[in-house]
């Protein structure tokens, strides 16, 4: 029986489209061992920490997860690449049709480390040096991520630039086949470099970035509004606001969930 607060974090709609990308519960050579929690009141468990930005430890019980289980079993998952699978999943399989138009968000938004260590992470150039990482997103028009990174908060923007249009997922068209690639693609001046106009321009792809000391503030926000947007839909989930995961893995994990969250919503619309 799933409870209204289940219900609400994890619907039956998105649970169809996670369900089948769910990997097989590993067995034991020797047999026996516990029977497997419910994969639906794990995942519940994971969005709810996304979600609330609790820690693993303040997990409540009502979800009937253990907190090692909840948390071995998100490892785990992030292991065996289930975040990647998703979000291409989820938005290829009910994405907007008709995705002619990306928007490139620039400059990263930093996030600061909860805590000391973890890979990916570097002094913050806004935050007076503190160690943070940085987010990256790319979006359709309406601002939908499309697909998102992590870099180290001192990291140049320019360089997460090719891994996020490389990674862009098959979107389905109006009429053909899906498309892997758009027609136009915004950004702001800090992608403003000629091997990146060039580059795209080789994959066909328009490139309309803002010219340094040419085109004015007032005119590159006709577009950037739409990627600060995203951003702000994405840090509304609470775990991304502080990165506590040492591991990038970790942290990359719960922003490409909360970018299939964001889709999920804004389509069901």
């Given amino acids: 029986m799933i409870d209204s607060l289940s219900q609400r974090l994890v619907p039956d709609e998105l649970w169809a489209l996670v369900e089948p990308l769910i990997p097989p519960a590993k ?17 519940t ?10 820690a693993w430890r303040h997990l409540p019980p009502s979800f009937g ?15 065996a690449g289930l975040w990647r699978q998703v979000a291409p999943g989820g938005v290829g399989r009910t994405g907007r049709p008709g995705v002619d138009r990306l928007v490139a968000r620039g400059p990263g938004r930093s996030i600061r480390q909860g805590q000391k260590g973890g ?11 503190k160690p943070g990482s940085k987010i990256h997103v790319l979006s359709d028009r309406a601002g939908l991520p499309l697909t998102v990174g992590i870099s180290a908060a001192n990291t140049h923007d320019s360089h997460a ?18 498309r892997r ?19 795209l321009r080789q994959r066909r792809i328009i490139p309309r970035i803002a010219r340094k000391g040419i085109e004015s503030a007032d005119k590159l926000g006709k577009h950037r509004w739409v990627i600060e947007r995203s951003i702000a839909w994405l840090t509304g989930y609470r775990r991304l606001t502080l990165r506590y995961e040492r ?13 299939t969250i964001t889709c999920y919503k804004k389509l069901a619309k």
């Fill in 65 to 79: 997860v253990s907190v090692p289980t909840a948390h071995r079993t998100f490892t785990e998952w992030t292991e």
């Fill in 27 to 43: 067995e034991r050579p020797q047999g026996g061992g516990r029977a497997r929690t419910d994969p639906r009141a794990v995942f």
């Fill in 119 to 129: 890979g990916l992470t570097g002094p913050s150039p806004v935050d007076r040096g």
């Fill in 45 to 54: 468990a994971i969005v709810f920490v996304l979600t609330s930005g609790c």
């Fill in 161 to 178: 630039f090719k891994p996020l249009v490389n990674a862009l997922p098959a979107i389905r068209s109006r009429r053909g086949p899906r």
């Fill in 181 to 199: 690639k758009p027609a136009k693609l915004h950004a702001d001046k800090a992608y403003d470099i000629p091997a990146l106009r060039d580059w």
């Fill in 247 to 259: 591991k990038p893995s970790h942290y990359l994990a719960f922003l490409t969930l909360a970018a």
